[in-house]
């Protein structure tokens, strides 16, 4: 089998790093040619044609400073660090990759979870390049925020994070990746989704419940383990806006009941989330002032989850894997909000920008064999454009939001009030979630490319 990376339509780019006097940094690139296409595909035929599946798994902890500066709700928060978390802040690696009988070193993918708000462009691509030392090409990395609202700030606008706890998070990322690289096992792969029970609310009208929540289930069979995937959308807010203490929220609940009552390992990636809150967040910040019945609150909210992902296991079925391939293009949108280019300028945040003040982004298409797709966004994407997805195309891909970059907002623009919103004064183009739907669309219906 062979292994690598194939430009469509080359692009030509420059990067040009400026340094201000007041430490901000930007991070420019010129297109001078047509849009990159970077493919990277691994073709088998499953077992029977001597190729076969790995899988590996690792996560670290994020050790905090005192006083870290927590990202999600009122800036510039002093953290209250505590050693008696319900949900420890970590970073989750899943490894992927297909291989010969020969057991020919091949790259794989890393798909990274972290728990923070969000990973900006520029941080992304520096994770990239360090993680790139293990062998990986960085288009076939992936760093995902899980959007905890009480982890540290790597945005910047809530105070920002010390060179040093900058340098104890990648260093947490390295060492997971590594341990998933380490660790890898033959495996098989199984799959299910499916309707939860739980209601989930509209965060953009907390009076109205959405339509049922899906979730969707990998799990990788080796000889002696499994190794569990959730995909599945809510705003990890459950323990409410007035919580100081580092937490991942309900996702870290989940996975701590999960993990200490299965002999399964498991791990989580948020979807399409955009609009979805916790269901007993459904009247807006009324009554967040108690956090015991937050912390409550939040508890059943994961023990809901936990309960669905036990009915769903249940349906979970073999699918041979004919290949692993990655579809990537590059996105990009005018930047049309004042505050972002005041943060930007001020080195408060860092942004991948061209000269024309365009932002650029990595949208990609994963895809394990032939049915199962996953298409990537760097911002939060609302529920109406995964249900426009499975209406059009007739499948239905997985959405993973929050991925190598953090850009607001993905919502129709017909959906936008005109008298402005949390999600409104998050949107950095009116029209950015619609030019993502419909990139998102043709990386779906494109053919793939078997190398």
């Known amino acids: 089998m062979s292994v ?20 901000a940094s930007i991070t420019y690139k010129i297109q001078t040619g047509p849009q990159n296409i970077e493919v990277a595909s691994y073709s088998s035929s499953y077992r029977e044609n001597g190729q076969e ?58 798909m990274i979870s972290v728990d923070v708000l969000g990973i900006p462009g520029p941080l992304a691509d520096k994770m990239k390049s360090r993680l790139s030392s293990l062998g ?44 998933a690289i380490a660790s890898q096992e033959r495996a098989s792969l199984w799959y299910a989704t499916g309707e939860t029970s739980i209601p989930a609310i509209d965060r953009r009208n907390p009076t109205q419940k959405l339509q049922p929540n899906g979730l969707s289930l990998l799990e990788f069979r080796t000889l002696e383990r499994k190794i569990s995937v959730i995909f599945y959308a809510a705003h990890p807010v459950a323990l409410g806006s007035r919580s100081l203490v580092p937490s991942a929220d309900y996702v870290g609940m989940l996975l701590k009941q999960l993990n200490t009552s299965s002999k399964s390992t498991y791990h989580f990636f948020n979807g399409a989330l955009g609009n979805v809150n916790p269901p007993h967040l459904q009247a807006g910040e009324v009554s967040m002032n108690d956090h015991k019945i937050l912390r409550r609150n939040a508890k059943n909210f994961s023990q809901q989850i936990a309960h669905s992902i036990y009915a769903i296991e ?8 004919s290949s692993l391939s990655v579809t990537t293009v590059d996105f990009s949108t005018p930047v049309e909000h ?3 280019e005041v943060f930007n300028a001020l080195g408060l945040i860092s942004m991948n920008v061209d000269f024309n003040n365009h932002l650029i982004a990595p949208v990609s298409r994963i895809s394990l064999g032939s049915q199962i797709h996953f298409i990537t966004a760097p911002g939060e994407v609302v529920k109406t454009y ?57 990386l779906l219906l494109r053919q793939e490319n078997h190398l």
């Open 4 to 23: 690598e990376i194939k430009k469509i339509k080359p692009l030509r780019s420059i990067t040009l790093l400026l340094v201000f006097s007041i430490g």
């Open 53 to 110: 599946l790995f899988v590996g798994t690792g996560k670290a902890r994020l050790e905090l400073e005192e006083g870290t500066n927590l990202a999600g709700y009122r800036p510039f928060r002093g953290a209250k660090v505590s050693t008696d978390l319900e949900s420890p802040l970590e970073t989750r690696v899943l490894y992927l990759k297909l291989a010969d009988d020969d057991e020919e070193v091949k790259p794989g993918l890393l």
């Open 136 to 179: 990986i090409p960085p288009a076939q990395i992936f760093l995902f925020a899980s959007h905890t609202h009480n982890g540290p700030d790597t945005i910047g606008i809530w105070g920002g994070l010390s060179a040093q706890m900058k340098a104890s998070i990648l260093a947490a990322i390295v060492t997971a990746s590594k341990n």
């Open 314 to 321: 249940k349906n979970l079925r073999q699918w041979p894997i």
């Open 338 to 340: 004042f505050p972002a």
């Open 386 to 442: 995964e249900q426009q997805l499975n209406q059009e195309l007739g499948f239905s891909p997985i959405i993973l939001s929050l991925c190598n970059d953090t850009w607001g907002y993905f919502l129709p623009e017909k959906s936008i009030r005109p008298e402005g919103g949390t999600e409104e004064n998050m949107i950095l183009k009116k029209d950015v979630g619609d030019r993502w739907y419909q990139t998102a669309k043709e």
